[in-house]
């Protein structure tokens, strides 16, 4: 079967470093990408890895190691807004099936 | 350029009737996907269409189906509704190739009473 497992909550004050852990074991593996739903809101997509090593985006980057299959978030200088739930996601590609979601990481950044 | 359309956006229904909810997706996507979450859950897929076929279907019963137009537009149906049918009902759209990044609409909140 499938199974992405990433921790159901986290905390952390302003201005600290959080990482988000997600380990994954699917048939059929094309990439890891990760999700932002605030409460009440659409998920958004914000990182996309398919090959080894550490991805970039502003005060968000992600990693992933396909030999462990795992991969992180790591959100830096949190902020208040920061405070969201946070899907990491495998893509098994068009033929084997849509994302495959974890159950999400509720993050709280406290001031 | 528009982002993905759904509606309605809140809907009350009473066990066993059925109810159809609509999504617009981006233009130029060809990929619409459903979900259902509900507290706790995490988002669960429902089905994929890519050019008016279903593609892919995730583990939900029969009363649960769906359909896509020419125009990529797609609509979920859920028949005999149960009460345990209350959720957050999101569709996403994609290209449908390479990189699978989803782009999600607001939403459908469906009340079972």
């Known amino acids: 079967g499938q199974s992405l497992e990433q921790p159901s909550e986290v905390t952390a004050v302003e201005g600290a470093i959080v990482q988000i852990n997600c380990t994954y074991q699917?048939?059929?593996?094309?990439?890891l990408s990760w999700y932002q739903q605030h409460d009440g809101g659409a998920p958004t997509f914000l990182s996309y890895?398919?090959?080894?090593g550490l991805e970039e985006t502003g005060r968000f980057s992600s990693f992933l190691s396909r030999s462990d299959s795992y991969g992180y978030l790591l959100l830096q200088e949190l902020q208040m807004k920061d405070s969201a739930s946070y899907f990491c996601?495998?893509?098994?590609?068009?033929?084997?099936?849509?994302?495959?979601f974890g159950r999400g990481t509720q993050l709280t950044v406290w001031p | 350029k528009a982002g993905v359309t759904q509606t309605p956006r809140y809907l009350i229904k009473t066990r066993g009737q059925q109810v159809t909810l609509s999504c617009s997706p981006i233009?130029?996507?060809?990929?619409v996907s459903w979900y259902q979450q509900t507290p706790g859950q995490g988002l669960q897929f429902l089905f994929e269409?890519?050019?008016?076929?279903?593609?892919n279907k995730g583990n939900f019963p029969g009363r649960f189906s769906g359909r896509q137009f020419s125009n990529s537009r797609s609509e979920m149906n859920v028949s005999t509704l149960e009460l345990g049918d209350s959720a957050l009902y999101l569709c996403?759209?994609?290209f449908g190739e390479g990189k699978n990044i989803q782009y999600f609409g607001a939403g459908t909140r469906l009340s079972v009473l």
């Open positions: 233009s130029g996507h060809r990929s």
């Open positions: 996403a759209s994609s």
């Open positions: 269409y890519f050019s008016e076929t279903q593609r």
């Open positions: 996601a495998v893509d098994r590609g068009s033929t084997l099936g849509r994302l495959y």
């Open positions: 890895n398919a090959l080894d």
């Open positions: 699917t048939s059929g593996f094309y990439g």
